[in-house]
């Protein structure tokens, strides 16, 4: 079975910066990687998602502030998200795609003075 674990969450200030990274368990070849938020109350929404032809898309709120990657190496796609805001508050779940989907059970981002 395919496990994905999130880690790197945590309490940081405005204007701070973190790395979400998301382990598999298995090296599998997937179509897409991509990371996904959901703040209380809020849909969840897609922050960023890596294509296998290395195509990156991000949402609009996030764009120039959050970097999408893979690291074959370390079976991982992480997230480096920097200028955090309060409203980027959130569980952030990865995501991952090579012809079913697999889920991670989120890592909590708390951006807050």
């Known amino acids: 079975q395919v496990q994905l674990v999130e880690s790197g969450g945590g309490l940081v200030q405005p204007g701070g910066s973190l790395t979400l990274s998301c382990a598999i368990s298995?090296?599998?070849?997937?179509?897409?990687g991509a990371w996904y938020r959901q703040a209380p109350g809020k849909q969840r929404e897609l922050v960023a998602r890596?294509?296998?032809?290395?195509?990156?898309t991000y949402a609009d709120s996030v764009k120039g502030r959050f970097f999408i990657s893979r690291d074959n190496a370390k079976s991982s796609v992480d997230l480096r998200m920097y200028s955090l805001k309060p409203e980027d508050t959130a569980v952030y779940y990865c995501?991952?795609?090579?012809?079913?989907?697999?889920w991670g059970k989120g890592t909590l981002v708390t951006v807050s003075s």
């Open positions: 995501n991952v795609f090579d012809g079913r989907d697999y």
């Open positions: 298995r090296n599998i070849s997937a179509l897409y």
């Open positions: 890596e294509f296998n032809s290395g195509t990156r």
